[in-house]
């Protein structure tokens, strides 16, 4: 069984940045995706932000010109840097990787954004 483990999360002030590392417990083969989502408090998880196996990139709106995701060439590990953090981007965020046969998900970290 593969284990995501993510870091990095922290409290910031709005305008400054963070920078999320997912790491896997093995290689992972036939990646099709590694995506970060997150889960702001009452509301439901939604997907910030993909890297496809071809190494495509792909964000949600409202973190388009901010975020940037990223993986390195073992495939091991995986990064979010995330600048001008606003409050609305508080929330815990969680990586995950998708094959053709299963979805892998991190146990989260928290983004705390302080106006």
């Known amino acids: 069984q593969v284990q995501l483990v993510e870091s990095g999360g922290g409290s910031v002030q709005a305008g400054g940045s963070l920078r999320l590392s997912c790491a896997a417990s093995?290689?992972?083969?036939?990646?099709?995706?590694m995506d970060w989502h997150r889960q702001a408090p009452g509301k439901q998880r939604e997907l910030v932000a993909t890297?496809?196996?071809?190494?495509?990139?792909n964000y949600a709106d409202f973190v388009k010109g901010r975020f940037t995701i990223s993986r390195d060439n073992a495939e091991k590990l995986m990064y979010l840097q995330m600048n001008s953090l606003n409050a609305e981007d508080t929330g815990v965020y969680y990586c995950s990787v998708t094959t053709p046969s299963d979805q892998y998900w991190g146990q989260g970290t928290q983004v705390t954004v302080s106006a």
């Open positions: 890297i496809t196996r071809g190494g495509s990139t």
């Open positions: 093995r290689r992972i083969f036939m990646i099709n995706s």
